[in-house]
């Protein structure tokens, strides 16, 4: 349930600005990972506000417009496809969600992060596991995340047409799968995610 129990838990401890912080595209098999970091005003209510994997498309994008305009400060950032390529899809993950945080105009002097690993970061840095499903400012971050990917996924189905990036975001499906056979990779598929292909020559 979203409530701001451990933005509060945060604010009386001292911290004054707490950003949440979220990633979309670690799972996709090409394209870059998207991360946002996001300060909501505390107490601010955002009906409808969910982690976006519960939510449609249609309904992300509306939530993204509300968030845009109410939130204190929100930034959005990526670690490219080489960069997933040198390090790997985690630090490239944790790369993507520093940037995000530096880019904000109110500097935060917390982090909420999804997920079970935080390093790197130069503010303290809590993880929470499901994060996104508990914490507004996280499954804000969710939310801009995942849109913005989801628009580079649209571009990149322009760039590349035959793949169906637009319809499957990058994910492993069966139809994805048989483009890449048939196709052969692009320079923005991740090589430690398609070695399979490997296997199939």
């Known amino acids: 349930m979203l409530d701001y129990t451990l933005e509060a ?14 990633e979309a595209g670690r799972g996709p098999l090409c394209g870059p990972v998207v991360a946002a970091a996001c300060i909501l005003p505390y107490g601010l209510v955002i009906p409808g506000l969910n982690d976006s994997k519960q939510l449609s498309e249609k309904r992300r994008e509306e ?8 939130a204190i400060s929100y930034a959005v950032a990526l670690a490219t496809v080489d960069e997933i390529n040198e390090y790997n899809i985690l630090e490239a993950t944790m790369l993507a969600m520093r940037r995000a945080i530096h880019k904000l105009s109110q500097k935060p002097d917390y982090a909420l992060i999804d997920g079970n690993v ?21 499954a804000a971050a969710s939310i801009l995340a995942k849109v913005t990917r989801d628009r580079l996924c649209l571009e990149l189905d322009r760039k590349y047409p035959g793949y169906g990036i637009a319809e499957h975001k990058g994910y492993c499906t069966k139809a994805h799968v048989e483009a890449l056979l048939r196709l052969g990779p692009t320079p923005e598929h991740r090589v430690r995610f398609i070695r399979f292909l490997d296997d199939a020559k």
């Open 9 to 22: 838990r945060a604010t009386e401890r001292g911290y004054r600005f707490v950003c949440g912080v979220d």
């Open 63 to 70: 939530l993204y417009s509300v968030i845009a305009k109410k």
């Open 118 to 138: 935080a390093r790197g970061f130069d503010i303290p840095a809590e993880c929470v596991v499901h994060g996104d499903s508990l914490s507004p400012s996280i």
